[in-house]
């Protein structure tokens, strides 16, 4: 089960961290990423990084800004968000896969979702 949470609304230019708490199952093999869904626009990718470790990938739109960690004795992902932009407003969702992909499809288990609206 992923549940995120930190979502909110926010002045262009701020900041607000992601967190999405990982339970129920082992996620050490694991690739967890983020991804978000605008008004009237398709799920996109965001960023991604696997459990144990390595190098992330961003999307390009937010790279330089936004940051993907997790914590494992916590099983919880993070998405600290710099420099927020208007387009930045999305619903922000966590999911997991087996594979180092940025496609949706090949992500078997996502959260709920977490509303992050920017203001400019």
């Known amino acids: 089960q992923l549940v995120e949470s930190g979502g909110g609304s926010v002045q262009a230019g701020g900041s607000l961290k992601l967190s999405c708490a990982a339970s129920g199952r082992p996620y050490s093999n694991s690739v967890l990423a983020w991804f978000r869904q605008g008004p009237g626009k398709d799920r996109e990718f965001v960023a991604l990084?696997?459990?144990?470790?390595?190098?992330?990938l961003y999307a390009d739109s937010v790279k330089g800004r936004f940051t993907i960690s997790r914590d494992n004795p916590k099983n919880t992902l993070y998405l600290q968000m710099n420099s927020l932009k208007a387009e930045d407003t999305a619903v922000y969702y966590c999911?997991?896969?087996?594979?180092?992909?940025?496609?949706?499809?090949?992500?078997?288990?996502w959260g709920q979702g977490t509303q992050v609206t920017v203001a400019s």
């Open positions: 990084v696997r459990w144990h470790g390595g190098s992330a």
């Open positions: 999911a997991v896969a087996s594979q180092y992909t940025s496609d949706p499809s090949a992500y078997n288990e």
